[in-house]
């Protein structure tokens, strides 16, 4: 066989096992300048809504489908501390979780309330802040196998803000709390409305987005690897309905999901470790 033909099948194969992104396909390579992407949301066009985490810039970006920057905004009065989630109301509201806590010591915790930004039109935009603190946290940060308030996922119901942390604890056990506080400007007190384990497994399991569908009927939470997608459910507590696990078959650092439609998820990951850094889809039919 030709040497060349040799060599351009090795490069090939070598490239696939290298960008293994299992059931996830990828639609856009997003810009170098958001490798650390955290949260998405969509107004059901052909955009997404994109934030970046801890260290990065107080703004928010519209990216098309081929991952093209459309246009960014400033948000004004809501320093990025660790932005780690979007979400969206009926009104068009867009929600951002500055809720990133990885020491588990910040008394600082706030969602930024926006306005609906694709029709903002300057390059600045106004933010209310929704202040939080939660219920069970004594210690700034609390002993090691408590670690449970770190939260890098946030979604909208009704007239309520539903935050899931991230489990930090040494020893790991899963589990993920869930907290909800009111959609409107104040400092609240969250209510703990329940927790659930996902599964069990640190490197895969630790909760980094979660989404409601349109209808109202599915919510999906996203890990580094997995999906577990909650049905048949009642409010406030939706881990008490029915939960299913997809694993997607990918590995990357995948940090952010949301509904396009009833059926198909968008998905990023940070670009780390020569990998990442996509906007993908995957169909949940």
Do not use: M, W
């Given at each position: 066989m030709n040497k060349?033909?040799?060599?351009?099948?090795?490069?090939?194969?070598?490239?696939?096992?290298?960008?293994?992104?299992?059931?996830?396909?990828?639609?856009?390579?997003?810009?170098?300048?958001?490798?650390?992407?955290?949260?998405?949301?969509?107004?059901n066009d052909s955009t997404v809504w994109v934030v970046e985490d801890a260290g990065n810039k107080d703004e928010i970006y519209q990216i098309n489908f081929k991952g093209e920057i459309l246009k960014s905004l400033e948000v004004k009065n809501g320093k990025n501390h660790d932005w780690e989630d979007l979400t969206t109301d009926t009104a068009g509201n867009l929600y951002i979780a500055d809720t990133g806590n990885n020491a588990n010591d910040r008394k600082n915790l706030v969602i930024l309330k926006l306005p609906n930004p694709t029709i903002e039109?300057?390059?600045?935009?106004?933010?209310?802040?929704?202040?939080?603190?939660?219920?069970?946290?004594?210690?700034?940060?609390?002993?090691?196998?408590?670690?449970?308030?770190?939260?890098?996922?946030?979604?909208?119901?009704?007239?309520?803000?539903?935050?899931?942390?991230k489990n930090r604890s040494k020893s790991f056990t899963g589990e993920a709390h869930i907290y909800s506080v009111p959609d409107t400007k104040g400092n609240y007190e969250a209510t703990l409305v329940g927790s659930f384990t996902p599964c069990t497994d640190r490197k895969i399991c630790q909760i980094t987005s979660i989404d409601i569908s349109p209808k109202g009927d599915k919510i999906i939470a996203l890990s580094y690897g997995k999906l577990f997608v909650f049905t048949d459910f009642t409010w406030d507590d939706f881990s008490k309905g029915n939960m299913q696990e997809i694993d997607l078959g990918a590995r990357s650092q995948l940090e952010s999901v949301c509904f396009l439609n009833d059926d198909t998820l968008l998905i990023s990951d940070e670009q780390a470790h020569g990998e990442g850094g996509n906007l993908y889809t995957y169909s949940l039919k």
């Open positions: 060349l033909i040799v060599t351009t099948l090795v490069l090939s194969i070598t490239l696939i096992s290298c960008n293994n992104y299992g059931q996830l396909k990828v639609i856009a390579d997003l810009p170098g300048s958001l490798d650390e992407n955290s949260g998405l949301a969509t107004y039109p300057g390059d600045k935009i106004d933010a209310e802040k929704i202040e939080l603190r939660y219920p069970d946290q004594k210690d700034f940060p609390p002993k090691k196998d408590h670690l449970f308030y770190d939260s890098e996922a946030i979604f909208h119901h009704g007239k309520k803000l539903y935050i899931v942390t």
